[in-house]
């Protein structure tokens, strides 16, 4: 499975977009880039999911490069709820989660 | 059925108990993934099943570990002779094809 490289952290104002960058450089071509996050104390939630495409939901879009070697997670108006630990999984055929330490996102008001 | 269910939300147990935690994924989800979590790390992968055949199991799963899904709906783990270090978020996960999984809220464990 592929290893995923994510920053220990970040600051976002509230209002302003939230952009998380993840590297997966040694992504393979069947393997999908989810997206979790994990508030205190809670189970962690799904976001979003991506093979090469861009993708977006109500929650967040994703942009995959070209190469797939990177993407970024952007919440497009970030709220004081959305601070949490934002996960950056490549998860292939056996669709087992190999999860690292996340980026602990911050947004403040 | 609007998500999955795990009973129960914390155990205190003794060292050297026995305890055994229950999983109820979404009801129509084939997948289904245990987990655990200690503070300030992501969660670790525990072992997984497609319906009711237990296809993988980590290394993280010592003998006093097990876990079984015996129609392809709810699952248990146990945990036999417990220690210290069994101390943890317990997290079960059910999904289906190529989409999100869904987590439940975990178990959190604390062996005293």
């Known amino acids: 499975d592929a290893k995923t490289t994510q920053p220990p952290s970040m600051d976002c104002a509230e209002g302003r977009a939230a952009n998380l960058p993840c590297n997966h450089s040694?992504?393979?071509?069947?393997?999908?880039v989810y997206w979790y996050r994990q508030i205190h104390s809670q189970g962690p939630q799904y976001i979003i999911h991506?093979?090469?495409?861009?993708e977006t939901n109500e929650m967040a879009s994703l942009i995959i490069t070209e190469d797939r070697k990177s993407s970024t997670l952007i919440l497009p108006h970030a709220t004081l709820r959305d601070t949490a630990v934002y996960y950056c999984?490549?998860?292939?055929?056996?669709?087992?989660?190999?999860w690292g330490l996340g980026t602990s996102l911050a947004v403040n008001p | 059925d609007t998500g999955v269910s795990q009973d129960p939300r914390h155990k205190i147990t003794k060292r050297g108990q026995n305890v055994t935690f229950r999983c109820d994924p979404i009801?129509?989800?084939?997948?289904l993934y245990w987990y655990r979590q200690t503070l300030g790390q992501g969660p670790e992968f525990l072992t997984y099943?497609?319906?009711?055949?237990?296809?993988?199991k980590s290394r993280l799963l010592s003998d006093r570990f097990s876990a079984e899904r015996p129609k392809g709906s709810f699952s248990t783990l146990e945990i036999q002779r417990t220690e210290q270090g069994d101390s943890a978020m317990y997290l079960c996960?059910?999904?289906?094809?190529?989409?999100?999984?869904?987590f439940g809220s975990g178990t959190r464990l604390t062996v005293v």
């Open positions: 996960a059910s999904g289906l094809g190529e989409g999100g999984y869904t």
């Open positions: 009801s129509e989800h084939n997948r």
């Open positions: 099943f497609q319906n009711e055949a237990q296809l993988e």
């Open positions: 040694t992504i393979s071509g069947n393997e999908y």
């Open positions: 991506g093979l090469k495409n861009n």
């Open positions: 999984i490549v998860i292939g055929n056996n669709r087992k989660l190999i």
